[in-house]
């Protein structure tokens, strides 16, 4: 079969993939891309959420295209406590994904449809037998587990509601958590993007990754009919289960493939923000941060890359331990209490914890104060790292979806 040459080779048409796509045709239009996506689309059925305070101002244009809706604030709701805050609150589709990013790039440099039987930091062999040579690949499939590392989960189902007559609701609900609790910390989750359309997503933090699809959608279905709604049709679907890291050693997991040396971005980078599996904001960081390499090559990049995502591991390990201390000191019944004293925090405090920038100040203020959980248990929790986040075989952990909201 004919040899394809390319400057960079991007597996994976998810959210991570497509933004160093887009940042390469906005920044470096003279080197040639190609993303490589075993899909149909890109990005397949997904929403990724973010608040605009997470993003400096160059990530932020990279992004906007992408944005189906954006809101002047949201609401949470927890059991005899409510607010409305006024962080800007913004949502991408994975159909914006795929058309922006096809838009953006020739037609050639998307290739969908296509599995990746073998790649090395200079080459790519698809199933199909196709070859790639490349000046650097990098990886951004997603992941099936985090192999040394231990944590918990956040798992949820989404759909996308048509409703009969109009919702009503004006603002997303990031969190409500005045819904039974179950399977550990739940809450709903509630997108208006028009009139007639919401999203709905029934989410927890939970020990276990298993999802029982049919019970949650029963769920989802008497949380509309409770607040009135009258389904017309369900559009779409999606599901998840990401990890919520608690612990790991970071080495071992950069080691733990069969190529080491390879790139990496997005969740396969372990490029998240450890307690709410929220990615977006790092993949648009490290997306612009490859623009600005002078040279591109395979074990070059696959340096940048272990790099940065060392880095961002070193910078999360306040994050891991508030992991420990929701997961370990928490009884799952009670979790939403540790997010409703967090929500009750000023909101700057709010908007930098989930752009992954708390401050020193921000931190102790987590801490300090009178516990939502008993303090001995808080304490010992700091020893305990939760379950392993291995291989889960067909579970998705590569949705590299917005924040636990």
């Keep these: 079969m004919e040899l394809r040459t ?61 944005v189906a809706r954006r809101w002047p604030g949201y609401d949470v709701h927890f059991p005899g406590f409510s607010r409305r805050l006024s962080t800007t609150y913004a949502s991408v589709t994975s159909r914006n994904l795929d058309a922006v990013t096809r838009a953006a790039l020739p037609e050639a440099a998307v290739l969908t449809g296509a599995e990746v039987r073998h790649a090395t ?52 609900v990031v969190m409500d958590a005045r819904v039974e609790q179950a399977d550990g910390y739940r809450f709903v989750y509630a997108l208006p993007f028009s009139a007639n359309e919401i999203f709905l997503e029934d989410t927890y933090y939970s020990d276990t990754p298993t999802l029982d699809l049919p019970l949650l959608r029963d769920r989802i279905g008497a949380y509309a009919r409770q607040a009135g709604w009258q389904v017309a049709a369900v559009d779409y679907e999606e599901t998840g289960v990401l990890p919520v890291i608690a612990e790991g050693d970071f080495e071992a997991f950069w080691s733990a493939t069969d190529s080491p040396e390879m790139a990496r971005a997005g969740v ?30 395979g074990n070059s990049l696959g340096r940048v890359s272990h790099a940065w995502a060392a880095n961002h591991w070193r910078g999360g390990r306040y994050y891991r331990m508030l992991t420990r201390m929701l997961f370990a000191a928490a009884p799952p019944g009670a979790r939403w209490r540790v997010l409703e004293r967090f929500y009750r925090l000023p909101e700057p405090l709010v908007e930098r914890f989930y752009a992954g920038r708390s401050t020193l100040a921000d931190r102790a203020r987590l801490l300090i104060g009178r516990p939502p959980v008993p303090l001995g248990a808080a304490l010992a929790s700091l020893s305990g790292g939760g379950r392993p986040l291995a291989d889960l075989g067909t579970a998705d952990l590569g949705l590299e979806r917005g924040p636990a909201r």
Aim: neutral net charge; aromatic residues 4%.
């Design 6 to 66: 390319c400057n960079l080779a991007i597996l994976g048409g998810g959210l991570a993939g497509s933004l160093i796509a887009l940042a390469m045709a906005r920044h470096r239009p003279e080197l040639r891309v190609l993303l490589i996506e075993r899909g149909a689309a890109l990005g397949g059925d997904h929403v990724w959420s973010f608040f605009e305070s997470d993003l400096a101002p160059a990530e932020r244009e990279l992004v906007t295209p992408l």
């Design 121 to 172: 930091p200079n080459s790519v062999t698809l199933a199909d037998g196709g070859q790639i040579a490349a000046d650097a690949v990098i990886d951004a499939r997603g992941a099936h587990g985090l192999p040394h590392m231990a944590g918990g989960w956040q798992k949820f189902a989404g759909q996308m509601l048509r409703t009969a007559r109009p919702h009503g609701l004006e603002r997303p």
């Design 268 to 297: 396969r980078a372990a490029l998240v923000h450890p307690l709410t599996s929220y990615s977006l904001p790092d993949a648009a960081r490290f997306a612009h941060h490859l623009t600005t390499l002078d040279k591109l090559s």
